[in-house]
């Protein structure tokens, strides 16, 4: 959670403040830091590498690619607010996805608590919705993309009997490879060889990295170990207190709309928490 958090401030700092507009870049960075740091323990023998057919690699890793990309593309083509609302589709795409793949069915109250947060989490954050035909489509495109990369994440992890470490440390030098193969597609490779790497912006990546790290074991972690469901719920919970850190560290503006969609999505999330709570004790 403090990764996640942490590194969508650090972001947002490089991009606004240090003025490297390189997303994508970054992206690769942190999958590049992520690969040798799992590669540095697997050969320190923490990691105990696990052969995992290239099929099921492949799938896992143009999935999260497809998410990572689209969601760049959804962002440039659409306003954020219909950006935000898109992210927010994830949930029900993910409940209908698994149904039909592996018939799970979510309980009345987990969805009711869902519904709740996922309301809560729009009224907070999302304004400004214009809509038009190619940005709905690449947001479409997205949330189908970022749904399926989660789903086989969880899935893989339980199927083919490895942990988080070992499916992150085998299919982490594709991804690395795909982002390294889209920078020319979103960047324009002659500005950023020529950007001006100082040593506070080269210091800003490295945390950048260190945290994605973070966020990169963590979300395989939590996938294999809960559900994509509850990892969404997570996410819009790492959202609220986003929300939250702007208001304090960045100055946003706030209204009585923010702090109701703030207050009702903290309290689904509780909900859902306690429900996971009593199906444990029970």
Known sequence: MISGVGIVILNKYIVTEDSFDYVVFLSFCHYFFTMVFSGILAKAGYVTPKQIAIDKRVTLAMASLGSIVFMNLSLAHNSVGFYQLSKLACIPVIIVVEYALYERIVPLSKLLTVTVIVFGVGVASVSDVTINFIGMILAAVAVTFTSMAQILCSHYQKYLECDSMQLLHSTCPLVTIGMLVFIPFFHNVRELGQAEFSAPLLTHIFWSCVLALGVNITNFLILGKTSPLAYQVLGH?????????????????????VIAGTVLALGGVVAYTELGRQKTVG
């Open 237 to 257: 919970l790492k959202a609220t207190i986003i929300l939250i850190l702007g208001v304090v560290v960045f100055n946003y503006q706030y209204n009585a709309k």
